[in-house]
């Protein structure tokens, strides 16, 4: 029970630190922009001598970074001059170099802390119609949608990693094949798993000139398969290469080796024996599984715009304003809630056979 | 420990890995198109519904640019190849700076006992919960501070303030599982009669741990090192989805979107750029992820082989 206690304490901790280091950027001291100098971003085509041409009293303060000098006090009216002149790609106002202040990071963590006892826990701005929204007003369906693609995907990852490395072990030239699969799937990034998988989308409509996936949210219409199949393949690789080594290292058991010895089918030393004995591999790797799953979700939800608990971050439609604290400690909170629900199991299925100490 | 003679697969193995190292240091020569303004192609000529028309970058795979060009024109093969060094660079960077932290921390630890828990608790706690939920939220506010989202050219002084920023968050979350993975080992080593000896002969802690301990542990570290620069390269490209990563680009307004192309071809920095035009021009996502997938299967083949020559009997 202590070491329980601890890996409570350690979940503690863990959402203390993100919500620490996720109001980070709130200590970042951004000053004043100089009121003499602009920033000058010329494209290819010409330099930033030739756009100073016919423009006296502006000079090149820095090349390297493209700061101009402008007369004092006029800085909006010739970066809007500079943004419309042939050849600049943008023309920005020049701000110094930010410092971190521990004082405005103590009293921004002060206010954050007081909003969260107000039930504030930041607004959602959506750009079609200028509204505010709160997230808690949100929240609900938000946490509705990543669960209703989450929850199944992670379900089936565990069975069908299961039951394919057990098949693996029980028909021989089965799993090599699908070993050479899992071989292949563990060398391809999440990100491009989910595009090629949207890309399929995409060309399996155009093929049928029906909408078979959607692959983008569309109003409230919710993609299901991309983010389904991207949470389904992730951890599943992940714990089909655990069960096939646990298999592996249970073959060569004196009890496995009895078993042959006395008539018993493989495939039923396989079930009957080996797999009782190797669910505790099974809980050892879900708490990766489950950490990989939520990447996976995360990214889903950024490529397909859908606005869940993860893809809100980078939205189109959406911007989050000081809502990215609340939901990183909610994203934390539920790993690390699944990995104490994973030490439990192991502590009340797994029977310790080792000495204590 | 014993080692065998080279196996076809091993030798294979150790060919494509010197393959990609070639490619990733002299990338920037053995390119086939050039980078420069000289060789941007502005309108190409192409045979559309049997007709020639004029089309503008970014142009789609033919024969003379198998993976197509970017929106400025250049050959996708070829800014990939240029870009390599830089992301591998950083990633190499990172996995040796985990490993000069974590390393000493998990043999201490692991040696004397002292600090187990701690390690024990950190570990836990990043491999609960995903890397990003850590690092995004930290990096996302200075990226803003410094304006980076605007599109700073490369030779700016915040690009090179974020990198050093973004080398340092992403080297510490991975540090304490190093510590665990050797505080484990040199837990087990610890036990073993030598040290033992040794211990009693009055070596100090450190003594035991580099004399003794590390030489022991150098086949494990050379695995864990290429396994933990996959797991960095896996990292970066999830941060690069989320707009995060090291290296400038130049932004370009179209009619109906905007886009960020990199001027480096650094992978990360394209991995951004093609996820926000990807089902308009999915070849130049095909291309990254091509080139991203094709480096991580190399390596984890050639990891394998190694383990195969080294514990054949595993």
Redesign the interface.
């Known amino acids: 029970m202590r070491s329980f206690f601890?890996?409570i304490?350690?979940?503690i901790?863990?959402l203390v630190?993100?919500f620490l280091?996720?109001?980070?950027?709130?200590g970042?001291d951004?000053g004043k922009p100089y009121n003499d100098r602009v920033n000058v971003?010329v494209s290819?085509r010409s330099t930033l001598e030739k756009v100073l041409e016919g423009l006296p009293e502006c000079s090149i303060i820095n090349a390297?970074?493209?700061t101009v000098k402008v007369p004092d006090g006029q800085v909006q009216m010739y970066q809007q001059l500079f943004t419309h002149r042939l050849f600049v790609?943008?023309a920005?106002l020049v701000?110094p170099?930010?410092k971190f202040s521990f004082e405005k990071y103590g009293q921004s963590l002060k206010k954050q802390l007081t909003n969260y006892s107000k039930g504030n826990f930041g607004e959602m701005f959506k750009r079609a119609t200028g509204q505010h929204i709160p997230i808690t007003d949100f929240i609900g369906l938000m946490i509705k949608r990543t669960m209703t693609y989450l929850i199944p995907g992670l379900a089936t990852a565990i069975g069908v990693g299961t039951v394919m490395a057990l098949a693996a072990s029980i028909w021989r030239r089965w799993g090599k094949l699908t070993d050479s699969i899992h071989?292949?799937f563990?060398?391809?990034?999440?990100?491009?798993l989910i595009?090629?998988i949207?890309?399929g989308a995409?060309y399996a409509s155009k093929l049928t000139t029906k909408r078979l996936i959607l692959?983008?949210q569309l109003n409230d219409e919710v993609p299901f398969l991309i983010p389904y199949l991207t949470i389904l393949l992730v951890p599943c690789v992940l714990i089909y290469g655990t069960l096939r080594l646990a298999i592996h290292r249970e073959m060569s058991a004196a009890y496995v080796r009895t078993a042959y010895s006395k008539g018993i089918p493989r495939y039923r030393i396989i079930l009957r024996h080996i797999l009782p004995n190797i669910w505790e591999d099974l809980l050892a790797i879900m708490?990766?599984a489950?950490?990989?799953a939520?990447?996976g979700m995360?990214?889903a939800e950024?490529?397909c715009w859908i606005v869940g608990l993860g893809g809100y971050?980078?939205n189109p439609f959406y911007v989050g304003l000081d809502t990215?604290?609340f939901t990183?400690m909610l994203?934390?909170a539920f790993?690390?809630a699944?990995?104490l629900l994973c030490l439990l199991l192991r502590k009340w299925l797994v029977v310790r056979t080792k000495e204590a100490g | 420990m014993m080692m065998h003679r080279y196996t076809p697969a091993f030798l294979i193995s150790s060919l494509l890995m010197a393959v990609l190292i070639v490619v990733a240091v002299f990338g920037g020569y053995l390119k086939p198109h050039g980078l420069t303004?000289q060789t941007r192609i502005n309108l190409d000529t192409r045979i559309v519904g049997g007709e020639q028309v004029q089309v503008s970058p970014p142009l789609k795979p033919d024969h003379r640019f198998w993976l197509g060009t970017v929106h400025r024109g250049w050959d996708m093969i070829s800014i990939l190849m240029s870009g390599m060094k830089y992301t591998f660079g950083l990633t190499l960077l990172i996995a040796i700076s985990r490993f000069a932290i974590g390393l000493p921390i998990g043999l201490y630890t692991g040696t004397t006992g002292r600090g187990r828990?701690v390690v024990d608790?950190l570990q836990?706690?990043f491999?609960?919960?995903?890397a990003?939920?850590?690092v995004?939220?930290?990096l996302?506010?200075?990226h803003?501070?410094?304006?980076l989202q605007?599109?700073?050219?490369i030779?700016?002084?915040?690009n090179l303030?974020f990198g050093k920023i973004m080398y340092a968050v992403v080297t510490l979350i991975g540090v304490a599982g190093i510590a665990k993975q050797f505080q484990e080992r040199s837990r087990f080593y610890s036990d073993k009669l030598y040290i033992d000896a040794s211990r009693l002969l009055g070596a100090s802690t450190w003594r035991i741990m580099f004399r003794h301990m590390l030489p022991c542990l150098r086949v494990e570290i050379m695995f864990a090192f290429l396994a933990e620069f996959v797991q960095i390269?896996?990292l970066l490209?999830?941060l690069?989805?989320?707009?995060i990563y090291v290296g400038g680009g130049?932004?370009l307004d179209y009619e109906d979107y905007k886009v960020r192309v990199p001027q480096t071809g650094e992978w990360c920095a394209m991995?951004e750029y093609?996820?926000r035009t990807?089902?308009i021009y999915?070849w130049i996502?095909?291309a990254v992820?091509l080139f991203?997938?094709a480096s991580?299967?190399i390596m984890?083949f050639f990891l394998?082989q190694l383990k195969v020559r080294f514990h054949p009997a595993e």
Request: net charge positive.
């Open positions: 601890f890996y304490l350690a979940g901790f863990a630190g993100i280091i996720s109001n980070i950027s709130k970042i951004y971003y290819s390297k970074t493209y790609a943008s920005t701000y170099l930010p071989a292949l563990t060398g391809i990034p999440d990100f491009f595009s090629l949207q890309l995409v692959v983008i708490p990766r489950v950490s990989a939520i990447s995360v990214i950024v490529i971050i980078i990215l604290p990183c994203l934390g790993a690390v699944v990995q | 303004e828990k608790m836990w706690i491999t609960a919960v995903p990003f939920v850590f995004y939220p930290a996302s506010g200075i803003a501070a410094l304006g605007s599109g700073l050219p030779s700016h002084p915040n303030v390269l896996f490209g999830q690069a989805i989320f707009g130049l932004n991995i093609a996820a990807m089902r999915p996502m095909l992820g991203y997938t991580i299967l984890q394998h």
